[in-house]
């Protein structure tokens, strides 16, 4: 059980380029979430899927696209990176609870992207 | 809109110190806070979550408290260790169906041996 992970560990693109950065859980979960997060800042909301095949934005959504075409996988788009999205980006997903809703979330271990 | 403060930014104390982390946020309707530890480069590890109708949970040497009405979490720890050594953070949870954190900013902690 590996949990949530998270490719690629660590990126560096020049402005303009794109990429796509994937997500993965095996706990079977509903829920998962991407955030950013900026010194200072704490973790930011980019984007979240409440379940297979669906998406809904999060606080900071602009510059990203996301996907949930498998249950297990959630991936983040940048189509055109801009140095404003150097970050440190942090998957999580989190299992139904007893009443329908998502609980605790489980975070992986984050991705290092440079844009210059 | 809500928003979460955590302070201080950053704390150093030695050994063996009892210690209170604060998180303050500024719209009482939640559902739950949350407070986290992250580990330098690494990802965020669930410690302690409050739901909205209790007061505080405890975990080891770990105890959190929620004063809703303030709009305040403490979370305190007991006999600080240099293992404890982190950034913390705490985070509210205003829905109960789509699972949305909104995080401070954390304290980052240290140890001294």
């Known amino acids: 059980n590996a949990g949530v992970t998270q490719t690629p560990k660590f990126r560096v693109l020049k402005t303009g380029q794109s990429m796509t950065l994937l997500c993965a859980q095996d706990?079977?979960?509903?829920?998962m979430y991407w955030y950013r997060q900026d010194p200072g800042m704490g973790l930011r909301l980019i984007h979240y899927?409440?379940?297979?095949?669906?998406?809904a934005k999060g606080e900071v959504p602009d510059g990203y696209n996301v996907s949930r075409l498998k249950k297990q996988n959630f991936l983040l788009g940048l189509e055109s990176a801009a140095p404003s999205q150097t970050s440190v980006y942090f998957c999580?997903?989190?299992?139904?609870?007893?009443?329908?809703?998502?609980?605790?979330?489980?975070f992986g271990p984050g991705t290092r992207l440079l844009v210059l | 809109k809500q928003e979460v403060t955590q302070i201080p930014a950053a704390l150093s104390v030695p050994e063996g110190e009892n210690l209170v982390l604060n998180c303050s946020f500024t719209?009482?309707?939640?559902?739950?806070l949350q407070w986290f530890r992250q580990d330098p480069g690494k990802g965020l590890t669930s410690l302690l979550l409050?739901?909205?109708?209790?007061r505080e949970q405890t975990s080891g040497r770990l105890n959190a408290s929620l004063d809703k009405s303030s709009g305040r979490s403490t979370l305190y720890i007991a006999a600080s260790q240099p293992g404890d050594s982190a950034t913390y953070l705490c985070?509210?949870?205003?829905?109960?169906?789509?699972?949305?954190?909104?995080f401070g900013q954390g304290t980052t902690l240290q140890v001294k041996p």
């Open positions: 706990m079977n979960h509903e829920y």
């Open positions: 899927s409440v379940g297979e095949g669906t998406t």
């Open positions: 985070a509210v949870r205003r829905s109960s169906n789509t699972g949305k954190l909104i």
């Open positions: 999580a997903s989190s299992p139904s609870g007893e009443a329908g809703g998502p609980e605790t979330q489980y």
């Open positions: 409050i739901q909205s109708s209790q």
């Open positions: 719209d009482s309707a939640i559902y739950n």
